[in-house]
């Protein structure tokens, strides 16, 4: 009875929205990552032409990795009130790498299978 203690604990505490908001951040920063590396990678002149191309990629990659570690940060943050912080940081930080590739990697795929359906 003390895991559903714990949970209805959690529950009552926000802890749950607060996972979720985390999570939810993460992505959408993992989702621009993903734009930005795209568009990298194409080397195509976008902006009419005002921006070279592939700065307009990185500005993005860098607008990405700012969002992806300022949440890394805060959640690091609050997993060092934690007892078992060091574990629980390492296995964050490996989680959010890991996501991360996977991502970008999915929205590679994705786009290339698009580009393959349009031909």
């Given amino acids: ?4 203690a714990s949970l209805n604990n959690a529950l009552d505490n926000g802890t749950t929205k607060q996972i979720f908001d985390h999570v939810r951040n993460f992505m959408i920063g993992a989702f621009i990552l993903a734009i930005g ?3 990298f990678r194409q080397q195509e002149n976008q902006f009419f032409d ?3 191309p592939g700065y307009a990629g990185l500005g993005v990659i860098g607008f990405a990795g ?4 300022l949440n890394l940060y805060d959640g690091i943050r609050r997993i060092s009130k934690s007892k078992y912080h060091l ?4 296995g964050l930080v490996l989680l959010y790498l890991f996501l991360s590739v996977r991502v970008v990697e999915m ?3 994705f786009r290339d299978l698009a580009e393959n359906v349009a031909l």
């Fill in 37 to 39: 590396t795209t568009e």
């Fill in 87 to 90: 574990s629980l940081t390492l």
């Fill in 1 to 4: 009875m003390k895991p559903i």
């Fill in 107 to 109: 929205a590679w795929d």
């Fill in 50 to 52: 005002f921006i070279p």
């Fill in 66 to 69: 700012v969002l992806i570690l």
